[in-house]
């Protein structure tokens, strides 16, 4: 015997129901709306991004995809994402505004290492007025301690191996080690910390010498690692304002290279 399977209707609620209580206009109702109200949050967080963006000086806003999807998960939470997004903005802002006051320029990179601990903490200060104002007080009353400061952690950071490395003052070349990375084509490089230990080594002179220091971007350690990056032999001379630069290892193919050599000009 042929068996028929029932008909069932598609009406709309006006008429009669597809599942008992659940009227298929309604749902395609509510999908569409979801559907827009998705759509205008995209768009939010996309004037958010650009915003943000500007505040921070910043072409690319890195972690900002990481806090919009711990917002969602913990979206029965809003004072803590408040509190997570405020914080990730101000951490960028206080960034721009050390780069763009030059303040950077006058740190150790151990003194860098320690403001970007304290901007990654709870302690973080909130973006305000005040807090700005109060701050960038103190750090340009206290500019002459933070060179002397740098001072000191350039010579903590020598490598004392070396008998030319002198506690008491800095001789006529000094040696540095592991600054230099050789990966595995053969390409070296100079990472972000090298950058930073090179430029603290020549901050003292222009300091002593009342010359502006420069820009981070056009620094000894940029200069130096724009060298290495131009495709020269890694043990061919560097001359910098105030002293030159030759690498060196004692293995040829060992990572990290060995020994960084500065000799005064």
């Known amino acids: 015997m042929k068996q028929t399977m029932p008909a069932t209707d598609l009406n709309t609620a006006s008429t009669t129901e597809v599942i008992p209580s659940v009227a298929i206009d309604r749902i395609i109702a509510q999908r569409n709306e979801g559907i ?7 768009e939010c967080l996309e004037s958010s991004r650009k915003i943000l963006r500007e505040a921070s000086g910043h072409d690319f806003l890195y972690g900002f995809e990481d806090a919009v999807t711990d917002a969602v998960r913990r979206a029965d939470k809003p004072e803590e994402t408040r509190k997570n997004i405020s914080r990730f903005a101000d951490r960028k802002i206080w960034h721009r505004l050390m780069t763009d006051t030059g303040m950077y320029t006058f740190m150790s990179s151990c003194q860098c290492d320690e403001w970007n601990k304290q901007l990654k903490s709870e302690t973080c200060p ?5 807090n700005v104002l109060a701050t960038f007080r103190h750090m340009n009353a206290r500019k002459m301690q933070t060179f002397e400061q740098g001072l000191i952690d350039v010579y903590r950071n020598l490598s004392w191996d070396y008998k030319t490395n002198n506690p008491c003052r ?12 050789r990966w595995s084509d053969g390409h070296v490089s100079l990472d972000h910390s090298g ?13 002593l010498e009342g010359r502006n220091i420069p820009d981070f971007r056009h620094s000894t350690g940029t200069l130096y690692s724009d060298f ?8 061919e001379l560097f001359g910098g304002e105030y002293f030159t630069v030759r690498a060196s290892s004692k293995e040829r193919y060992i990572s990290p290279l060995s020994t960084l050599t500065l000799s005064k000009n």
């Open 126 to 130: 909130e973006i305000t007025l005040d």
């Open 36 to 42: 827009a109200l998705f759509m205008q949050a995209i």
């Open 170 to 181: 800095l001789g006529k070349r000094i040696i540095v080690s592991n600054l230099l990375y």
């Open 228 to 235: 290495l990056g131009s495709g020269i032999n890694v043990g």
């Open 195 to 207: 950058r930073e230990k090179i430029d603290d080594l020549a901050r003292p002179f222009y300091l």
